[in-house]
């Protein structure tokens, strides 16, 4: 929380729950979840959504991760794209494919359907918006407009998340930060 103070202690006890929440979900309390305290409401509210999309649906949790690590080096978030690869391999996928994510369309580690998805999260992250509609019809011959919707609200989320933590300057914690470190160039 480089750039704010540490909210106040009214502001952490209405946050408890969500802050114990994040704590037993990571391991770790997430200095994100800390600069949220400020606005204890809106912390609440993100992290339904944040629940919702991260850990509910129909597309795989590890590709929700994936699109994160994507979205969030190209927006230059730091912070989200080692939180993004910390939760990938949480959750069981291996380091080499997490450190090859930006060679998808090449690497033998990815599938046709997973490159679909990260070419769209790619260029859904850039400014301007340059996904097009060839690349939505490539999604379509793997993933039903649900599951696309899921994708396209993962990519969103982490644009909220990129821009927030990247805007406050958050600090990384050790866990992700070792984790990121560990990743073979």
């Known amino acids: ?9 009214e502001s952490l006890k209405q946050c408890e729950a969500q802050l114990a929440q994040a704590e037993t979900h990571m391991g770790y309390r997430p ?3 800390l600069s949220l305290c400020h606005w204890p409401e809106l912390l609440q509210s993100l992290g339904g959504l944040v629940h919702t999309v991260l850990q509910t649906g129909e597309v795989d949790p590890t590709l929700k991760r994936l699109i994160g690590i994507i979205s969030s080096r190209t927006q230059g978030c730091t912070y989200c794209t080692a939180h993004s690869s910390y939760g990938a391999s949480q959750l069981g996928v291996d380091a080499e494919k997490i450190a090859a994510v930006f ?3 090449t ?3 990815f599938t046709d ?5 990260l070419r769209v999260a790619w260029h859904g992250a850039l400014q301007p ?14 993933f039903s407009d649900r599951e696309i919707v899921e994708i396209v609200a993962v990519l969103s989320l982490y644009g909220f998340l990129n821009r927030w933590n990247g805007t406050l300057n958050t600090e990384l914690e050790a866990p992700p930060a070792a984790f990121a ?4 160039e």
């Not at 929380?1 to 202690?9: E, G």
């Not at 359907?113 to 998805?117: G, H, L, P, Q």
């Not at 918006?129 to 793997?142: G, Q, Y």
């Open 1 to 9: 929380m480089t750039r704010l103070s540490a909210p106040s202690p």
């Open 31 to 33: 200095n994100d979840v």
């Open 103 to 105: 060679e998808f369309e």
């Open 107 to 109: 690497s033998p580690l």
């Open 113 to 117: 359907a997973e490159r679909a998805v």
């Open 129 to 142: 918006n340059a996904v097009t509609d060839e690349e939505i019809e490539a999604l379509k011959a793997h």
């Open 181 to 184: 470190a560990s990743l073979p």
